[in-house]
Each structure stands twice: as structure tokens, then as C-alpha cells.
């Protein structure tokens, strides 16, 4: 049997800063994963998503401006960004590996079981451990009619050799929104199926419109209140059947990807066996991130049930947060407040804050301004079509209560408005500024 001050369960970000940090400390380390090193983001989500979209945003940029500025639409090669993407992240798992060994971590490469609720065991390994972190993360959730079993996965999708001339999404979330206007503009045509009302339900509905329209002008066809029933082969690929409006309906695509949605990926720990309270949205955890039925077990990322988002900064902060905990016994607690989401669609699309609907339920006070502004000087130099803001301020105090964008450079302006709530600054704060101009930035005066 090995023993451990700390043994951490996933390589991602929150489990790499906890463990490093805990070592650097002077703690005796393990941490395991049965995937390479390096977690969704750095593998298998945020960087390589983001390496295969650069050419698509070329794309789109030379799309808008052909009738201006450009002669002709810059062809892209799938092939040629896949080769890149691999170059990044064939190297990242060995990298990280070599880090954990210079600062003393002790690494494995096998899944983890609970025994007993200080025990593990780790492949052939017994390991006991005086605190227990699990950062597993999220996996796709399992699609639960005949043939859900047919499917792929995002992280299919992001190694495909040569990518499908033809792709049906099931579920229609930001998974499905990124990768099908990627798809389409590297030449696939593209199929979502959502079984909601509309798509992307936990964004603005006013922001949602509108790239709902840039994603159908994409040719990407949006099939809404509509379930899957099951999926079988065909000689296109695959044959996807629905019932919309009580009619049984079919699509064709040579790949079907699962975009339902992910769940934490601790449901093969036996946490029961190390009395380790979980629902199915993770591990259930005080406010200090340490499981609630075992005081030895702390949990960061997509793992935990907690009220962040499944969003990478906030597991990076969950796992600095945690590292103080174990270090220092309980003495920090996560800040879930103005953290930015984004929508890597093209244009982008992005919020934070609070939604109309919550600052309804919160009963305040509000100013709502939206608007979609295509005839505004950052939109209108780029031929682009899709521009659109919401902003919530509160009527009293002048403070920003949230912000919902779409359009050219979003994932970056959002970042400001995410100061403004976090620094508690007022619209006048905001219209008093002095930006750069022209920019993307110096619109948010005018949005408040």
C-alpha cells in the first residue's frame, strides 16, 4: 500500500493546480488519470476547439468583405488546421507529466476506485491518502434510445482525419452551435436536432435569436421541438428518426454527434464505498468545496455540484481554492459571481452577470437596453450583419446587473463588462471612460 498526504484524481486544470501546489508545500502528492494528462480543455475541448476555428474565422471575415475589400474567399483545409492542433497538443500530456515530476508529484495512469473513504485503488495500486481530491471533469451524457450507442462525441469531432461531408447534432447547446458552424464552413453540411423550444436555452433569448439567424444563413439546418426516438445505420452513414408535431421524421448524415449535454464524469468511483454524497449534477460539497458526508474528500471542476459554471477558469479557480483548503484548513470560498461565458460561434456570442429572468425573480429594480446595431462603425467595417447587445442595469444605483452580446469580437468586450460587475461599477462609471477608438470596447458607452 503507498501512502499520501494528497492524492488528486484527474490531470485537468483544477487537479494539476492542486496537486503542484500542494507539493511545492511540502506534501507527499499522488494524482492519476486514465486519459492523458492534461484535462478537456488542453486535450480535448477550449485549445484545440479554438486552434480548428482560426481558419474558419479568416473565413468568415473574407466571407462578409468579398463584395468590398477582397477579390477572393481563402480556401481552408481541415486536413492542414487538424496537423497544426495535433502539433499543440501531441506534446501537452508528456509536458505536463515532466512538470509533476520536478515538483516531486508522483504520477499514475489508471482509473480510481474508492475503497474505503481514505482508500483507493488506483489500477493494480492500493493507495491510502489523508485528503482525497476529485477533478474528473465531465463526460458526454449518455443518449438513452436505440442507437445512442451510434454516436460520437466533441472529442470525435475534434479528431477527425478528414472531416464528414455531412453531420447531424443531437442537442442544441454550445457544443452543437461551436462545432456545426465550424463544420459548415469547412464544408459539411450540417444538421441540428433540439428538443427544446429553442436552442442554446441558457443564454439570453434575445442574443439567441439572432445568431440563430447567422447560423441558419450558414445553410445549417435548426430542427427545433423535435426528440430523437433512434438511430440506425443506412447506407448514407446513418438514419436518425424523430417524431416532430407527432409525425415520424427522418434525417441522413454520413456521422452523428452527441451534443446533449455532459455529465460529471464520478459515477465509476463507487462513491458509495467511500461515503461520498453526489447527485447527478456531482459531488455535493459545503462552501468550502469539501464533500458534505466525507471531510477528507474535496472536489473542483465539472465534478462538483456547486453553482459555477463548466467553464475552465472556473475550475482553475475551484482547484486554487482547494489547494488553500487542504493547505490551510477551510479558509477561502469560490466568488461565482460576473463570470464570462462565451459561444465560440462566428460571430461570437457572450455573457455575464444575471439574466432578465433571474433579475426578475431577485425582484429589483431595472433598466433593460438591447438592440441589434449591424449599422454601427464595428460592425459595418467588417460587412457584419450580426450585432446585437442586451444590457441589465439596476434603476437606483446605476450598477451593471448583467450583459448579453453577439457579434465582432464578443468573447473579448464581455471581459470588460465582467469588471464593471465585478469592481461594482455604475453605467456612468462606464460612459465617463475613455476608450480606445475605434474598437470593438469603446462600444460598451453606448451600451449602458
Known sequence: ????????????????????????????????????????CALRGCDPKKIMLAATELRHFATNLEDRNISDIPEISWKAAMKSKQEFVEIMPAKLEKGYEKNGVETFHSSARFIKENQLKVGDEIIEAAKIVIATGAKARHLDFPGGDLTLTSTDFLNFENLPKSLIFIGGGYIAFEFAHMAARYGSKVTIIHRGERPLEN??????????????????????????????????GYKV????????????????INSA?????????????????????????????????????????DAAATDGKPLTPVAVMEGH??????????????????IPTVVFTSPAMASVG?????????????????????????????NEKTYAFKTLIEKDSGKILGAHLTGPHAEEVINLFAMAIKGGLTSKDIKTMILTYPSASSDIVYMV
Not at 498526504?5 to 488519470?33: H, P
Open 203 to 236: 443564454f439570453d433569448p434575445f442574443i439567441v435569436e439572432q445568431i440563430t439567424k447567422a447560423t441558419e444563413e450558414l445553410d445549417i439546418e435548426l430542427i427545433l421541438n423535435t426528440d430523437v426516438s433512434k438511430i440506425e445505420k443506412s447506407e448514407a
Open 1 to 40: 500500500m503507498k501512502k499520501y498526504d494528497l492524492f488528486v484524481i484527474g490531470s485537468g486544470m483544477a487537479g494539476m493546480n492542486i496537486a503542484n501546489r500542494c507539493a511545492s508545500k511540502g506534501l507527499k502528492v499522488g494524482i492519476t488519470d486514465e486519459l492523458p494528462y492534461g484535462g478537456t
Open 261 to 301: 449535454g455532459r455529465l460529471p464524469a464520478i459515477f465509476d468511483l463507487d462513491l458509495d464505498k467511500g461515503n461520498v454524497k453526489f447527485t447527478q449534477k456531482g459531488i455535493v460539497a459545503n462552501e468550502y468545496l469539501q464533500s458534505t458526508s466525507n471531510p477528507n474528500v474535496y472536489v473542483a471542476g
Open 241 to 256: 428518426t424523430a417524431n416532430p408535431d407527432g409525425n415520424e421524421k427522418n434525417w441522413e448524415a454520413e456521422v452523428v
Open 321 to 338: 481554492i482547494v489547494a488553500s483548503n487542504i493547505l490551510k484548513e477551510n479558509s477561502k470560498k469560490p466568488d461565482y459571481s460576473a
Open 354 to 382: 444575471l439574466s432578465e429572468e433571474q433579475v426578475n425573480q431577485m425582484g429589483l429594480d431595472f433598466i433593460v437596453k438591447k438592440n441589434s446595431i449591424p449599422n454601427w462603425f464595428t460592425a459595418k467595417r467588417l
